[in-house]
């Protein structure tokens, strides 16, 4: 990396709302549609076609802005930006230029030592998505306007972010809101999540930003890292060969690692905007803005917070089982029915999240629901079965979606308690290992473990570890 | 001169508008004139005023999140001068 020069990001984010319909007409959203078949005369751009403000966008906004620190215009206005590509069928897309929803919010992101920086959202915006090009058609290029006039949010920050680690920290913490709000489903190869950065170096000590160069619609935030790190390393060799940085966009692809140029952006940037004599401006007052934060789920960063004051847990623990609501739901529920914080993270974080992974499958649809898991737990802390079984009914339980207590009954996996039983399986061991057993009478302590694993196996895992244990104290003492 | 030739032949170019040139040398004169009417606002004083966005004295025309049919491929795409497999066919868009 060049020390010579600090770098300076600023990103703007498209984020596609999960409302069902589009922003200004009733077609459908919904994804992978064959092409063109989700369309009406407002999203195909036919002359006459007026388009009608979807209500729950405004909603999902207001959402957006108050989870981000930002202030909710009480008077907001929709504007045409002009430019013409196949894929705009109107020649102008609907978006808010002056008078955005929601301006002036922050987001403070984690950094190295525990130390958090503070990252300004300049705006965000609701506008309406263009079609798709395909191209590889033999006689032009293909237009699908299945996607123009899907909802966006168009998040612009402050360009405060240094370094590419910082771009993805913010980047992680937007995407996190958004899915947790339940505005956007963050599936980042759908586009649901897309990213530009602005990227531009200058010297250390100059106030005066540089001349930036546009990184278009990263998909993944992996490639955003590299995209970012390729056009700082660019522009630095550009720099100090003292030529110039040319203000345009530049498409980086993933396969090489390498990004060029598209287009120069001078032209493009005259859009001539000016308010959308189809649109009535659009006022949210007071009580709207009220409710919509009564409504708000409680944040991550605050949850996390929570379970480490409320719940006592290690800040690693709050933090993983934070990231995802669903997870966090899920969490909270099970420890509603089993009050012991941190033996339900230990399952959730393990167990849960491992069968999880293995089955390919969410915490949505997980078949242990945290009631079965709950039913469980119960068994383990009243001694029925020991930590060991518990993970084999765990597996019984998602296969069969049966409770803990009918498995443990139809397995016959109930924990040994009886210490006569327990100190026949003993006594059989010893008989078995007598000559590890004076070693361990003399002094060899590391021997008790040995004791215990061979009961535990000829007890197929049943006897109660702890009482093993206490039974060989018993015998040595003897 | 309130607007320049050249302004016109950018605004032109911009509006895809193909313009002979005689007509560059009418739409400035005429431009010009618009721009010299519309002028007349500054005489006003409008500190204090908000900037009309609309013209008619109506505010948050909204519609609920419900799934209206669409019209179908067919329809759709029956005024497209070419198209090909349920696409719009434009000329090929090279980046």
Redesign the interface.
């Known amino acids: 990396m060049h020390s010579r020069y600090e770098v300076v990001i600023g990103l703007e984010v498209h984020v596609q709302l999960t ?3 589009k922003i200004f ?4 959203t919904a994804f992978g549609q ?8 407002v999203c ?1 751009g036919l002359p006459g076609a007026l388009p ?7 909603e999902y906004a207001i959402r957006a802005g108050l989870a981000t620190n930002c202030q909710i215009a009480p ?1 907001s ?1 929709f504007a045409r930006k ?1 430019y ?1 590509y ?1 894929d705009l069928p109107k020649g102008y897309q609907i978006s808010q230029f002056e ?1 955005p929803i929601t301006e002036h919010g922050w987001l403070d992101i984690d950094q190295e030592a525990g130390e958090k920086k503070r990252i300004g959202i300049t705006r965000i915006h609701m506008e309406e998505d263009a079609g798709k ?3 590889g ?1 033999n ?7 299945n996607r123009a006039c899907t909802p966006l949010l168009e998040v612009v920050s402050e360009p405060d972010m240094r370094s590419a680690d910082e771009a993805i920290e913010y980047l992680k913490q937007l995407h996190q809101i958004v899915v947790y709000l339940g505005i956007c489903d963050g599936n980042l190869e759908e586009g649901s999540f897309r990213c530009d950065a602005n990227v531009s170096l200058r010297p250390f000590g100059q106030a005066e930003l540089g001349t930036r160069a546009e990184l278009k619609n990263i998909n993944s935030f992996r490639f955003i890292k590299q995209a970012i790190e390729y056009e700082v390393e660019r522009q630095a060799e550009l720099l100090d060969d003292g030529g110039k940085v040319v203000q345009e966009t530049r ?1 980086f692809d993933a396969d090489t690692g390498v990004s060029r140029s ?2 120069s952006k001078e ?1 493009a940037h ?1 859009y ?1 905007y000016f ?1 959308d ?1 189809d ?5 949210v007052d007071e009580a709207w803005i009220a409710r919509v934060r009564a409504e708000l789920p409680e944040m991550p960063l605050v949850k996390r917070q929570r379970y480490v004051e409320q719940f006592e847990l290690p800040d690693y623990d709050a933090g993983v089982l934070s990231a995802e609501r669903g997870v966090a739901e899920y969490f909270e529920a099970l420890v509603d029915l089993h009050a012991q914080p941190k033996i339900c993270s230990n399952w959730v974080m393990g167990e849960v999240m491992r069968a999880l992974n293995d089955n390919e499958s969410t915490i949505v649809d997980c078949p242990v629901s945290p009631e079965l898991l709950a039913g469980l737990l119960k068994r383990i802390d009243d001694n029925t079965i020991s930590n060991k079984i518990a993970k084999t009914v765990f597996d019984e339980i998602w296969q069969t979606g049966k409770s803990a207590d009918q498995v443990i009954e139809e397995k016959g996996l109930k924990q040994v308690s009886d210490s006569g039983a327990i100190e026949a399986l003993l006594n059989e061991i010893i008989a078995a290992n007598m000559g590890q057993f004076e070693e361990l009478k003399a002094g060899k302590d590391k021997l008790t473990g040995f004791f215990v694993g061979q009961v535990m196996k000829l007890s197929k895992g049943k006897a109660n570890p702890g009482m093993v244990n206490q039974l060989i104290q018993k015998k040595l003492s003897e | 001169m309130k607007i320049t030739r050249e302004e016109v032949e950018h605004v032109a170019r911009l509006s895809r508008l193909a313009l002979e040139e005689t007509e560059i040398d009418t739409l400035t004169g005429q431009m010009d004139q618009l721009l010299d009417y519309v002028e007349k606002l500054n005489d006003l004083d409008t500190e204090g005023s908000v900037p009309t966005a609309h013209a008619v004295p109506m505010e948050n025309a909204f519609r609920a999140d419900e799934i209206k049919p669409s019209i179908g491929l067919e329809r759709a795409l029956q005024n497209a001068p070419q198209s090909e497999e349920s696409c719009f066919v434009v000329p090929k868009i090279i980046e």
């Open positions: 409302t069902k319909t007409c009733g077609c459908s064959h092409p063109n078949s989700q369309t009406c005369p195909l009608v403000l979807n209500q729950q966008v405004v008077r206005i002009n013409f196949p008078l090009l395909l191209h058609g006689s032009g290029s293909r237009v699908d306007l498409l598209m287009r032209e005259d001539r308010p004599p649109l009535v401006p659009l006022v």
